[in-house]
Each structure stands twice: as structure tokens, then as C-alpha cells.
């Protein structure tokens, strides 16, 4: 391929008036070896011209994924750099980096480097952990190799070539799968192979009845490894809903988490808690968006919070809700009021949540985290949630809980995250419930939405929430319309409507609401 792009030798380029053909050729040629070597490139059928390469294009084409070639692929354009071009090692790989990534190559499978799978220290250290016998010097061998997986992407690639997963579990099964610290050892460095940018794959097999066995072997019952073997189960499980599906259904994880829960209520531990949290969030969040996945979020929310059927997490998770309103913890606070969020997923669930006390908690958290953004917009998440639930609504108000978040939106006015779920959830409170209404205008929740709109002209989700707030309380209550109207909303809903395309619905229906002149765009 290199022979395509440099005539008459190193560092001499094609004359400029052959680029576009160079760069067909170098195109045929990618393809010609991706056919050569079994390698299939996945061209989207809107992809830019090959000769497109300025730098936003191909980082959106890296980012759908439009081509992808193998390491082989790879170690053998730079082999040619080297043997045909006598380039030196680094400026090879450089060369062969820079020519594919042009073409819109996808090299983040790529270990980019001379010795390929080869390189670094990590294929010495599986080689030494195949050959271990000893629980001690496995565990070593494994702490080893989860540190330098932590410490660059490269070796993650390499391991992950060199099939580490597997000789990470073989080497569990053959020294001692009951050892607390061999299992420790194994899934810490299983975990440190799932990480946010690698290719979502199912979940390694031997994994799955490894994650499982923690729970159901007696000297593996550590509190302890019981928090990790959840912490791996969900990063195994983000972005990747067949590891979702095939944990929680085949290999008992709804009731492992709710044990876990029971047990850390019981010990009062928060770490085991928040990892058990963590993994009910991930479990019901639709986070999996490549095409042809089918989510089944709603189902498994059903399935751990309904009361009608056979598991139901809602007692310990509010249980977890009040030891966290006790503890000056704000990370365990946020875990908590996130779970309620994506377990409120229908009417009844909304309902038995507050029959628990849940409504009442959040809002004694939102009080007492008032300084933490990071709650703050956590338990408005969970009230937005909550509030779907129409009595609910007025509950919520009943507990102070539209005092603490318009005390939050005055309190963080600059905070645009803050400002758009503390909106999200005042919208909610004033859909279909004149009362809130009319209680949100009292105690000057418009004045509070408009100076939210004028701060953060630019954050889209802002002017949406905003935007439905206003259309909400005036739908039922159109007294509020001069209220409203005076304080200058028209301009600013017409503002958000002509900025931001997410906000075309609902300014349209605030301003219709408002009596305006608008025209709903098709």
C-alpha cells in the first residue's frame, strides 16, 4: 500500500495533481488487503468521499465505526515502510497510522507499534501466568498485569489480542477458583479489559459463571468481593444490553443484587451498597444505541420494583435511601437517589416508592446536600421520576419539595446541568395539576425559569425543561398568561425555538398556550 503513496522512493510524494488518484488507490488497496486477509470493512452508505479527510470529518467517521482492519493488516503496512522504504521503526508507524486514519480507517482496535501484539511487557507476564501453580504467585502475576492495563490503553490492546481473558479464568480454574484472593486477583484484572472505548462484544463466556460463583460459593461470601464481583458485572454490562440481558436472566443477578443489598443494610456497608446501586442502574439504563439492539430496560425495572411480582428491590433501595440521608456521604446519596430514578418506571412503582417514604427521604437529601451539585441534580432526577405519578405531585409540594428546588436553582445559578433537571422536574410537578400551578407562580417559579433561559442561551436541555415548564402551568391555568408574558417570556421561547431544534415542539406549544402567533414546523 505504501508503494501507492510515495513514488520514486521515502519522503517523496505523488505530484499534487495525483492526490485524488492516490488516494482512490490507496482506498482499492485497503480493501484489497481487508479481502486478502478476511478482514470486513463496514462502509456506511453516507460515508464522506475518500479524499475527505479534514479533522472533524474523520473523527465523526472514527466514531461510527466506518472502517475497521486487523492488527495483521496493520503490522504489515508498517513491515513494508521498514523493508521497502527503509524507513526507520517510529516514522513507519507514524506513516502507516497517518495513511489509514486518512482514508477513515478506525484504528482504535490498533496496537500502533513495530512489534505489534508483541510489544510492551504484557505478553511476558501471561506467559508467566499460564506456567504459575500458586495461588500467591498468580495473584502477583495478575496485580501486576491489572496495573500496567490501568496505566496505558496500548497494553489493554495487547492483552486483549493475546487472549488475556482467557488465561486469566484458566489460570483461576487451575490453581484454585474458591481462593478469596486468587478470584479478587482475577476479576480486578478481568474488569481492567472493559473499558469505555473498547468494541462492545458480549461478555467474555467463563466470565459469566465466574461473576456468578462469588455469590453461591461459601468462601467466597466477602463483603468485600462481593462489591467487586458487582463492579465488574457492570462494567462488563455499559453500552452492551445481550451482557444486560444474559447476567441478569440466565445467571441469577436479580436476586445476587437484591442479597447484596440485604447484606450491606445489614452490615451497613455503603460500598457494597453502592456498588449493588450502581449495578441496578446500569441494569435499567437504555445506554446500548447500536443498531439492532433491542433495549429491555423497562422490563427488568418491572422485574426488580414491581410489587406484583415475585423480586422487589423497593424496600431495601428506600431501606439504602434512609441510611443515606443519615451519613454525610454525598456519593452515596447521589447512588441512591439515581436507583430510585430508574426503578420509577411506571404508576404503581411511583406510588409505592412514596407509600415507602421515598418522596420524603429525597427531599430531606436535597435539603441537606443543598451545596452538592452533584446530589442536587441526582434527587431532581429521582423527583422527576417520582412525580410522574400524579398524587405524587402534590405530595412532593405538601413535603417541601418545590421549596428545595427552587432554593437549589437560586442557589447554583450557574450551574446549567443543575438548572435543567431542577426545570425537568418543576415541569412535571406542574403537568396536569392546577394546585402546583399555581403554588409554582406564588413563590415566583417563573421568574426563576426566565432568568434561567436568559443565562443559558446556548444549553439546549435548559430551554427545553424551561419550555415546558411555562407550557405546563399555562395549559390548565391561563390566568398566568399576562404573568407570564410580562416577564418576557415570548421573546425568549421564540429565541429557543430558532436555536435549538429540540426545543421546536414544546416552544411551539408554550407559545400556542400563551395566545402567541406560531406555526408548528413539519
Given at each position: ?8 522512493g521515502?519522503?517523496k510524494s ?9 488516494s ?20 456506511p452508505s453516507?460515508s ?9 470529518e474523520k473523527?465523526?467517521s ?14 504489515m ?12 521503526a517510529e ?15 478506525d484504528?482504535?482496535n ?7 501484539t ?17 495461588v500467591?504467585?498468580?495473584s ?5 498485569f491489572?496495573?500496567?492495563?490501568r496505566?496505558?490503553v496500548?497494553?489493554r490492546?495487547?492483552a ?5 481473558e482467557?488465561?486469566?479464568f ?10 478469596p ?20 462484544t458480549p461478555i467474555?463466556?467463563?466470565a ?6 462469588v455469590?453461591?460459593?461459601e468462601?467466597l ?9 458487582l463492579r465488574?458485572?457492570?462494567i ?5 444490553e445481550p451482557s444486560?440481558n444474559s447476567l ?12 447484596a443489598?440485604?447484606?450491606?443494610l ?7 451498597i ?15 444505541r ?12 418491572r ?5 406484583k ?6 424496600g ?23 436507583a430510585?430514578?430508574?426503578l ?8 409505592d ?8 427521604m ?9 451545596q452538592?451539585?452533584?446530589v442536587?441534580r ?6 422527576k ?16 419539595g418545590?421549596?428545595?428546588i427552587?432554593?437549589?436553582?437560586s442557589?447554583h445559578?450557574?450551574?446549567s ?15 396536569r ?9 406564588e ?11 436568559e443565562?443559558?442561551p446556548?444549553?439546549?436541555g ?9 407550557r405546563?402551568i ?14 418576557g ?9 430558532k ?24
Amino acid at each position: 500500500m505504501a508503494s501507492l503513496l510515495k513514488k520514486g522512493g521515502a519522503g517523496k510524494s505523488l505530484p499534487q495533481g495525483a492526490a485524488e488518484d492516490a488516494s482512490r488507490a490507496v482506498s482499492c488497496a485497503i480493501e484489497e488487503l481487508a479481502a486478502k486477509h478476511g478482514v470486513e470493512l463496514d462502509l456506511p452508505s453516507n460515508s464522506a468521499p475518500v479524499n475527505e479527510s479534514k479533522e472533524g470529518e474523520k473523527s465523526e467517521s472514527m466514531q461510527r465505526g466506518a472502517r475497521r482492519i486487523s492488527q495483521e493488516t496493520f503490522d504489515m503496512v508498517v513491515r513494508e515502510n521498514i523493508d521497502d522504504f527503509e524507513m526507520e521503526a517510529e516514522e513507519a508507524v507514524k506513516d502507516a497510522v497517518e495513511q489509514f486514519e486518512s482514508q477513515g480507517v478506525d484504528l482504535s482496535n490498533i496496537v500502533k507499534s513495530v512489534e505489534g501484539t508483541n510489544s510492551g511487557p504484557i505478553p511476558e507476564i501471561l506467559e508467566r501466568l499460564a506456567a504459575t501453580e500458586s495461588v500467591e504467585a498468580a495473584s502477583s502475576c495478575l496485580g501486576e498485569f491489572s496495573q500496567l492495563c490501568r496505566a496505558a490503553v496500548e497494553n489493554r490492546l495487547v492483552a486483549i489480542s493475546r487472549d488475556a481473558e482467557g488465561t486469566i479464568f484458566g489460570t483461576l480454574g487451575r490453581v484454585d477458583k474458591e481462593s478469596p484472593e486468587l478470584v479478587a486477583a482475577a476479576l480486578g484484572a478481568f474488569g481492567c479489559l472493559q473499558w469505555k472505548e473498547r468494541e462492545r462484544t458480549p461478555i467474555y463466556p467463563i466470565a459469566k459463571p465466574v461473576l456468578s460463583m462469588v455469590f453461591s460459593v461459601e468462601n467466597l461470601a466477602q463483603s468485600s468481593l462481593w462489591a467487586l464481583a458487582l463492579r465488574v458485572a457492570k462494567i462488563a454490562c455499559l453500552r452492551n444490553e445481550p451482557s444486560k440481558n444474559s447476567l441478569f436472566t440466565e445467571y441469577g443477578f436479580d436476586s445476587h443484587t437484591r442479597r447484596a443489598l440485604q447484606i450491606g443494610l445489614a452490615e451497613k456497608n455503603v460500598e457494597l451498597i453502592r456498588e449493588a446501586a450502581a449495578f441496578i442502574r446500569v441494569l435499567c439504563t437504555d445506554d446500548d444505541r447500536r443498531q439492532g439492539v433491542h433495549p429491555n430496560t423497562f422490563q427488568r425495572a418491572r422485574s426488580l420494583a414491581d410489587q406484583k411480582l415475585a423480586l422487589n428491590v423497593i424496600g431495601d433501595v428506600v431501606s439504602a435511601l434512609e441510611l443515606a440521608s443519615q451519613q454525610a456521604d454525598a456519593d452515596f446519596a447521589a447512588d441512591m437517589a439515581l436507583a430510585v430514578r430508574v426503578l420509577a418506571v411506571n404508576n404503581d412503582i411511583c406510588k409505592d416508592f412514596t407509600d415507602r417514604g421515598a418522596t420524603r427521604m429525597l427531599v430531606e437529601i436535597l435539603n441537606a446536600f443543598m451545596q452538592e451539585v452533584k446530589v442536587v441534580r441526582c434527587v431532581c432526577l429521582a423527583l422527576k421520576m417520582i412525580s410522574n405519578n400524579d398524587e405524587n405531585k402534590r405530595i412532593l409540594v405538601q413535603n417541601g419539595g418545590l421549596d428545595a428546588i427552587l432554593l437549589a436553582m437560586s442557589t447554583h445559578t450557574q450551574s446549567s446541568t443543575l438548572q435543567e433537571q431542577c426545570l425537568a422536574a418543576l415541569s412535571s410537578l406542574a403537568l396536569r395539576h392546577p394546585g402546583n400551578c399555581t403554588t409554582i407562580v406564588e413563590k415566583h417559579g417563573v421568574i426563576s425559569t426566565l432568568s434561567a433561559m436568559e443565562r443559558f442561551p446556548a444549553a439546549a436541555g435548559v430551554q427545553r425543561s424551561a419550555c415546558l415548564v411555562l407550557r405546563n402551568i399555562v395549559a390548565r391555568n391561563k390566568e398566568y398568561v399576562p404573568v407570564i408574558l410580562d416577564g418576557g417570556a415570548e421573546h425568549l421561547l421564540r429565541l429557543a425555538r430558532k436555536s435549538h431544534p429540540i426545543c421546536d415542539d414544546v416552544a411551539y406549544a408554550a407559545l400556542r398556550d400563551l395566545g402567541c402567533a406560531a406555526s408548528y414546523k413539519q
